[in-house]
């Protein structure tokens, strides 16, 4: 593939293209990149390329002879090569992976036209020009940008550009879907780990779960793409139908509620707590890795009237345990301090069933537990601690506006004592309506 891109500024073009992964296939000539200047073939003795236009009107349009000199010069030296002369213009047809699949496949030699300034003499388009594209609905100073992402899609599926063919086959827009999520090491990071199917070595899983992430983020994300993609064999059709089914299960709807917990509810209680202690021993989160939380305490949180269920259709979604008891270990906070001395009551053991993370289930939770302290308590300050490890529920305060104060200790025999505490000033006015 030999590609030529007319420019009044080559150097800018040629410090782009003539590195990383297309530069290196250049240097062992698997491509031929050049850029040729096009004020060389000017006319005149102050090599301008361009003059005002016709008509009148603001700035200047670069003229039709050089461009015209210029192409000619280029392609003296294309003999039998299949050649496409194309200008790079917001007119243009919108490019896309499949633009750059026609161009390399069609063609062996592409001319890319930049122009500059108010545009070109449209006649040198009339005559010379086989198509024209465009990056998008905007405009751009000059067309050298667009013909160097031309340049770079289109070089890159030239055979040996790439090691490998399935470089570019899995990426998006190729079959007309968007990429699934990559992920590299760390496997925790910032308390996000990497899925579990991408580390348990069974390959036959791991594109599985690529291609149903594949259609699911092209579903959500370009719903415009997803109109036009056509399921390639049932394997397509049964992810499909998992996604819808994932969906609905999953969206909140208007039977969101929240009550206090009863012993009927303690199987899927304890259910979500198990979720819980799995998720944060993956996250390598010292907190709820022995034998608390368990039954015991529950049922004592649920004599004092402190236990709530969190539901979405009758089904306990979440729970959450939001106590009244002085706590002693917050008396003593260290790096910071407590906003208000007034009284309070505390977040405690809360979490949600795996079936419901992502579908906003925890920030309802806590809307909840804020009417509970404000309607049902008649409190207007919260406080929480929680593992410093654990950065999404330290994600998940912020984002519910608690702030953090500073640290505390606390009884967990044989684990990590340290604990990160925030704490919320509720405003009453806004409480209302906030959880139903």
């Known amino acids: 593939m030999r590609i030529d891109i007319m420019t009044l500024f080559p ?32 006319e005149n ?113 030239v055979p040996g550009v790439l090691a490998d063919e399935q470089c570019y086959t899995g990426e998006s827009h190729w079959d007309g879907l968007l990429e699934y999520p990559q992920y590299t090491r760390p496997e925790v990071w910032e308390g996000r780990a990497v899925p579990e199917v991408l580390i348990n070595g069974d390959h036959a899983k791991v594109e599985l779960w690529r291609r149903k992430k594949q259609l699911e983020r092209t579903m959500n994300k370009r719903p415009d793409m997803f109109e036009k993609f056509t399921p390639a064999d049932d394997t397509d059709r049964k992810l499909l139908e998992e996604i819808k089914k994932d969906a609905s299960r999953i969206k909140l709807t208007e039977k969101l509620d929240y009550r ?29 890795q022995g034998e608390y939380p368990n039954e015991q305490v529950f049922l004592a949180d649920m004599a004092r009237g402190e236990c709530f269920a969190v539901t979405h259709g009758g089904e ?47 920030e309802f939770m806590m809307k909840c537990v804020e009417r509970q302290a404000a309607e049902g308590f008649g409190l207007r300050c919260i406080r929480v601690d ?21 640290n505390v200790l606390i009884d967990d025999a044989g684990h990590d004592p340290a604990r990160q505490a925030y704490e919320k000033i509720l405003k009453i006015k806004n409480i209302a309506g906030g959880c139903k």
Not at 386 to 404: D, E, F, P, V, W
Request: charged share 25%; glycine share 8%.
């Open 45 to 157: 003795k102050q090599c301008q390329v361009d003059d005002y236009p016709y008509g009148g009107g603001w700035g200047c349009v670069m003229m039709a002879q050089p461009l015209k000199s210029c192409l000619e010069n280029i392609m003296s030296t294309a003999d039998g090569l299949r050649s496409r002369v194309i200008y790079m213009s917001p007119q243009g047809k919108p490019y896309t992976q499949e633009t750059a699949k026609r161009l390399r496949n069609d063609y062996d030699h592409l001319v890319l036209v930049c122009g500059h300034y108010e545009g070109i003499d449209e006649r040198f388009i009339e005559e010379c020009v086989d198509e024209e594209i465009s990056l998008g609905d905007f405009v751009l100073t000059g067309g050298e940008i667009a013909a160097m992402a031309v340049a770079d899609s289109v070089c890159r599926l």
């Open 260 to 288: 206090p917990a009863t012993l009927d509810d303690m199987p899927d209680i304890m259910h979500i707590v198990e979720d819980a202690r799995r998720s944060l021993k993956r996250f390598h989160v010292d907190q709820w």
């Open 316 to 362: 306990v979604a979440a729970v959450f345990v939001l106590s009244t008891l002085e706590q002693e270990n917050y008396a003593k906070i260290t790096d910071g301090k407590w906003t208000a001395d007034m009284p309070y009551c505390v977040l405690h053991r809360s979490a949600v069933s795996a079936k419901y993370r992502g579908s906003g289930m925890s």
């Open 386 to 406: 929680t593992h410093r490890k654990n950065k999404a529920m330290q994600r998940l305060l912020r984002g519910s506006g608690y702030r953090y104060r500073g």
């Open 11 to 42: 150097d800018t073009v040629n410090a782009v293209l003539h590195e990383s992964i297309i530069g290196r296939a250049a240097k062992k000539g698997i491509i031929e990149i050049n850029c040729v200047q096009i004020r060389d073939f000017t």
